[in-house]
């Protein structure tokens, strides 16, 4: 199968992603975490704090800070048990599944990505560290300090000096593949910017100031970190510092500073290290490990901006429904998110104030991050858009919209009561869509990037599409609604409801959003 054909079957055909004998083995499932062995530890504070502060301004960052901020981000926070009922002719069956969670979602609860730091505090000798998650602790890989690797791996783009610590997010394939098949691969793009989205609001409470990084020598990085790429690879950096940006040094790509991942990974050694991932037989994945290939950057010059005027902008020309104004929305965001989760048949229909969805709406696309994508202050919605059906939403009438975060209205694309259609797009019925007023689509190109990213536009989109997610999600919670990310729905359908095929546009993910009643759960948190 050649990538084009690959990408399509992943958005539009996404039965052809798995073959049609696919059967999980669930016996030899891998752990959602992965595990080292044998390497110096530095255990974390188990003493979490419940709610997030900003920090002191010149004061030091610690390593207990980290430690709080990496558990917030990715940490095992809580134990959880659901009952589900079978019934079998005049008798019922209830069986049980046991889930260790975190604070962001994930496909399938299975937790692809995973965290390293670089870290240069005074606490803990300077170098590259795994963070544990099942142990809530750091492991030593490679000690030293690496600034100059990794700043020529970034295209000398940043001043790095001031960083106290870098963040990595990788994908390890197996890890999902094993469930998903080839459609894994739409997932993991998706779990790293869900992931990411959580970083910035972590490290924005804290007060770090923070930049994502898309684009970088990816060999050099794996090889930094003793990644096998076939198995795992890196797919964004998060520079981290207590100063108020992070200065980015413009670089001109066609000039003599073009760095290789060749000549860099001559100049530290190969890092073996033993991992263990409970799986006794891993099958190949021969498309993703393709598509990863083709993906890598293996020199500075191929870096690129994409400015604004370059992509095609939103063209509404549709009857604007302005929503009200709405003051800053103030939320405590460690109570939000002990609080998120996604309801399924949880939904309850009831009113949606006009209130509450300009709130929602501004306050998700308020989100603004540092990217090398743009040169400045990159917005995720300069790349991702919203649409949305809309039901028993007061003042609006059902229909389907556009929100047009310029002018912060709805355009009218159509009117009605999308819910049954909307029901028989999903291609699993896991949630109940007659009982949702909100069904949220992100939205994004067609070409995913292409012509400026080549088959790494594909998975940047995503995790943009991922950052606006999570945003999406924290501060539906905080308006005391669930969302619940659903993949397994017919994006041919929605497209054609909002009239973007012909825009070169299409649907992402459907979000539904509403009030929920509480579920039915045994559930424990991991740490005090």
Known sequence: MDLETFLHHLHFDTDKSAPPDWQVDWEDAPLPYKLYR?????????????????????????????????????????????????????????????????????????????????????????????????????????????????????????????????????????????????????LQGLDAGVLIGQALEAANQMGFSSRVCYQFLDRSINHLLGLAEQDESVYAIIPLSTKQSINSVYKDNHSDDIVSDTELTQEVPMLIHETYNR?????????????????????????????????????????????????????????????????????????????????LLKETFSLSYQN????????????????????????????????????????????????????????????????????????????????????RGYRIQQMEAGILLQRLLLVASALEMGGHPLLGFNANQSDELYGITAKDKTSLIQVPVGPYRPRAWLKGGLLS
């Open 279 to 359: 799986s006794k037989r891993v099958i190949d994945y021969p498309l993703l490990r393709k598509m990863n290939e083709e993906s890598l950057l293996d020199t500075t010059n191929s870096f690129v901006k994409i400015r604004n005027n370059d992509r095609v902008k939103a063209d509404f020309g549709m009857e604007a429904i302005m929503l009200p104004f709405t003051g800053h929305f103030a939320y405590d965001f460690a109570s939000i998110c002990r609080e998120r989760h996604s309801p399924d048949m949880d939904f309850i229909m009831r009113k949606v104030s006009q209130t509450q969805l300009s709130t």
């Open 38 to 186: 044998g390497l110096p530890e530095i255990s974390l504070s188990a003493d979490v704090p419940l709610t997030l502060k900003q920090r002191e301004a010149h004061a030091k960052p610690a390593l207990e800070e980290l430690g709080h901020f990496l558990w917030y981000v990715y940490g095992l926070t809580h134990y959880a048990q659901t009952a589900f009922t079978e019934e079998n002719g005049e008798k019922a069956a209830v069986s049980y599944t046991q889930l260790v969670r975190r604070f962001v979602p994930s496909g399938g609860a299975l937790y692809p990505n995973e965290l390293y730091v670089y870290i240069k505090l005074e606490d803990v000798p300077a170098g590259i560290y795994h963070y544990d998650v099942a142990h809530h602790r750091l492991l030593l890989l490679r000690e030293g300090n690496h600034d100059f690797y990794l700043s020529r791996s970034l295209g000398n783009s940043y001043d790095l000096s001031d960083c106290f610590c870098t963040v990595f997010v990788s994908t390890v394939f197996w890890k999902n593949f094993y469930k998903y098949n080839n459609f894994s691969y739409r």
């Open 372 to 455: 090398d994508l743009n040169d400045t202050y990159g917005n995720a919605e300069n790349h991702v858009t919203l649409y949305g059906s809309f039901y028993n939403v007061e003042g609006i009438p059902n229909g389907a919209y556009a929100y047009d975060k310029g002018a912060h209205a709805l355009r009218r694309i159509t009117h009605g009561d999308f819910r049954e259609f909307l029901q028989y797009g999903l291609t699993m019925p896991t949630v109940n869509l007659f009982q949702v007023p909100l069904v949220l689509h992100l939205v994004g190109d067609k070409d995913h990037f292409k012509k400026e990213l080549g088959y």
